[in-house]
């Protein structure tokens, strides 16, 4: 208890989880406890349509989680040749996208071998399309790069030093037009940190465009756009935040994620040289 409670208090964080002790057991209690017993999580032939003109995927028996629903309909609005999901867990996500989508190029990546192999073992059809991945890490070539990155309920949790901005940075380097963000707008200042790392030059497209988007049984997620899009803009992250039941403790905590980053390059300072030449 005095553990937690200095946890709660101390001004910088650690991760939400111990990544190495985040294994298949712990997430498999997870999925079978909270996901499975009132969500769709393994769609089968036919479970799943997508209908281009409302934009909606209709599902037969359970009903999807509302983040997979809105990720699906934002895929099939979108239509990207390939897509990738960065924390694929047990590779739900990724399996209903591809047997919804067939003919696009589907891959997921984690770092947890352990939650890679429960996927496989969940879904033999994703062999070959899973690898791992630490999204925290320097940029590697070596990752499928996509038309369409997104995450879901993944950046949310990363909060040691500036790893989460680093993911962000890496998720639009990853994508070719869209990253799609489907997380806990309470743990970081998404927009801000966003629009901090476009003007600071780090991240990898000349324009971005942020954009809300929400799912027809009401998630809402954030849609990162290389392009110009006919959606509704994205201000600020109290836009997002407006229905939600909002915590004080974790906004207090993005503020404090947030403020750690520096960005951009700059030859002036406080109690520094005002400026320099060339």
Known sequence: MLKRLFYKSRRFYDDDFDWESYTADSYERRLKGDVEPLYKAISGEGDLSFDAVSGQVAVQGEALHPNVQLILE???QLAPESVHEVGCGGGDHVA???????GIRVTGGDRGHT???????????????LGVQD????FSHQWPRA??????AVIMHIHTAVSHFVALANMVRQA???????ENVQCHNFVADLRALAAGGHL?????????????????GILVSRRELDRPVLASDAE????????PRRLKRSDEDSARALTGWSRAWPGGPQGGTE
């Open 96 to 102: 209903h996208t591809a047997r919804l989508f067939p």
């Open 135 to 138: 999204i925290t890490m320097p």
């Open 147 to 152: 038309d369409l990155v997104y995450s879901q």
């Open 115 to 129: 939650q890679l192999s429960l996927a496989l073992s969940r879904h033999t059809e994703l062999a070959g399309r």
């Open 176 to 182: 070719r037009d869209h990253v799609l963000l489907v």
């Open 204 to 220: 990898d497209w000349e324009q971005v465009h942020l954009y809300r988007v929400r799912g027809s049984t009401g998630a809402q």
């Open 74 to 76: 934002t895929i099939g």
């Open 240 to 247: 997002l935040r407006r229905d939600e039941r909002v915590s």
